[in-house]
């Protein structure tokens, strides 16, 4: 099981830190998936980075903003969110992809076979 946490509310231009853990994976034998679903739209894949660290994706509207990282060690995953927007609004889950093979197709939600609870992301003034 995983589990996203760090989100909260925050101003337009600012910036928080998600963290992702896992109590029982060991989340370095896994390639990870940030998504995020505003109400209303359908779940979108934001952020990818392979189990090395070495291969990280980002989509375009995050692009420059957003910076996906890990640290094995310490079986976590983040993503550094700057220069928040509106838009960025969501709730934001971290995911474990079945087959790093699929990295090409990071943004499919059906290659990923575990979930974590999401982390409410809230950008207002």
């Known amino acids: 099981q995983l589990q996203a946490s760090g989100g909260g509310l925050v101003q337009p231009g600012g910036s928080l830190r998600l963290s992702c853990a896992a109590s029982v994976l060991s989340l370095g034998d896994y390639a990870i998936g940030w998504f995020r679903q505003a109400p209303g739209k359908e779940r979108e894949g934001v952020s990818y980075i392979s189990s090395s660290g070495a291969f990280t994706k980002y989509v375009d509207s995050v692009k420059g903003r957003f910076t996906i990282s890990r640290d094995n060690a310490k079986n976590m995953v983040y993503l550094q969110m700057n220069s928040l927007q509106a838009e960025d609004t969501a709730v934001y889950y971290c995911?474990?992809?079945?087959?790093?093979?699929?990295?090409?197709?990071?943004?499919?939600?059906?290659?990923?076979?575990?979930w974590g609870r999401g982390t409410l992301v809230t950008v207002s003034s």
């Open positions: 995911a474990a992809q079945n087959d790093e093979r699929w990295r090409n197709y990071w943004r499919l939600s059906k290659h990923y076979g575990s």
